[in-house]
Nanobody
């Protein structure tokens, strides 16, 4: 199983970016999907997550600015980021809880995509 994230880049404060993450490989089913981020010198933190029934959860710092969504048929998760701030600068990682048909659901991570917001 692989998760491939894309869509990061350099943007000015107030701008927008859309991150995408595609899961591929031996996938029987996917439960929750999420985006995390890690800024230099800081711990990785949850940005947003979305359950397989569509319910969502956001970090307080991004509420009202970011929107997480998923396409179950394509095994993809997205993060629409609007009104970006310099403090949103980080490496963003996608995460998915995937059942491959063996054992139980396990956590899988994408490789990370850099988001840099200039002031």
């Amino acid at each position: 199983v692989q998760l491939q994230a894309s869509g990061g880049g350099l943007v000015q404060a107030g701008g927008s970016l859309r991150l995408s993450c595609a899961a591929s490989g031996r996938i029987h089913s996917i439960n929750g999907m999420a985006w995390y981020r890690q800024a230099p010198g800081k711990q990785r933190e949850l940005v947003a997550d979305i359950a397989n029934i569509g319910s969502t959860n956001y970090a307080d710092s991004v509420k009202g600015r970011f929107t997480i969504s998923r396409d179950g048929a394509k095994n993809m998760v997205y993060l629409q980021m609007n009104s970006l701030k310099p403090e949103d600068t980080a490496v963003y990682y996608c995460n998915a809880k995937i059942y491959t048909g063996w054992g139980s659901f396990n956590d899988y991570w994408g490789q990370g995509t850099q988001v840099t917001v200039s002031s």
